[in-house]
T-cell receptor
């Protein structure tokens, strides 16, 4: 039972344009969400997070939006750069419980010149 | 430099030959976890530890053992590896409380023939 889903396995975007990566979850108990970026042959690195008490969090070119009623979050990258080409994982956690991050299956983003 | 290290990075072994993948962090983090990454399945948690001598099962613990005798180390043990344990393994750590951001090691690619 995949509680966190990323339905787009891949996405291609032109440099300078906006990249939008989507993530859906089924467990309404999740109250904290994170995005990780992963390059080949490296471990995932933290990108940005959002608490369920917010609907938006911004850090430079990266913005995460949370729609609790739809159980949906999205990551916006503006403007996209070639160095953003990587696999992006969303993850969710129920805070106050054991340290269990539940990850999505990942979306491979390719930013073309 | 704050980091999570794993060894070995690559390992090819045969069915039934016991092996240990080591994980060490230098950030004095309380929480440590092991994940495996498989195509189409994302990252799935194998085991986690909330502190020394405190461990618990994640989503896919069958065939694995862990121990947490020291705060900085969290080895993953495969007593009798099987081909279905061929995967990419990541160790992660985070501090108790705070932002739930986990720091990942570089990964260990294991092949069991």
């Amino acid at each position: 039972d995949q509680q966190v889903k990323q339905n787009s396995p891949s996405l291609s975007v032109q440099e300078g344009r906006i990249s939008i990566l989507n993530c859906d979850y089924t467990n309404s108990m999740f109250d904290y969400f994170l995005w990780y970026k992963k390059y080949p042959a490296e471990g995932p690195t933290f990108l940005i997070s959002i608490s369920s008490i917010k609907d938006k969090n911004e850090d430079g070119r990266f913005t995460v939006f949370l729609n609790k009623s739809a159980k949906h979050l999205s990551l916006h990258i503006v403007p996209s750069q070639p160095g953003d080409s990587a696999v992006y994982f969303c993850a969710a956690i129920i805070t106050g419980t054991a340290s269990k991050l539940t990850f999505g299956t990942g979306t491979r983003l390719q930013v073309t010149l | 430099e704050a980091q999570v290290t794993q060894n070995p990075r690559y390992l090819i072994t045969v069915t039934g030959k016991k092996l240990t993948v080591t994980c060490s962090q230098n950030m004095n983090h309380e929480y440590m976890s092991w994940y495996r990454q498989d195509p189409g399945l994302g990252l799935r948690q194998i085991y986690y530890s909330m502190n020394v001598e405190v461990t618990d099962k994640g989503d896919v613990p069958e065939g694995y053992k862990v121990s947490r005798k020291e705060k900085r180390n969290f080895p993953l043990i495969l007593e009798s590896p099987s081909p279905n344990q061929t995967s990419l393994y990541f160790c992660a750590s985070r501090r108790a409380g705070g932002t739930y951001e986990q720091y990942f090691g570089p990964g260990t690619r294991l092949t069991v023939t």
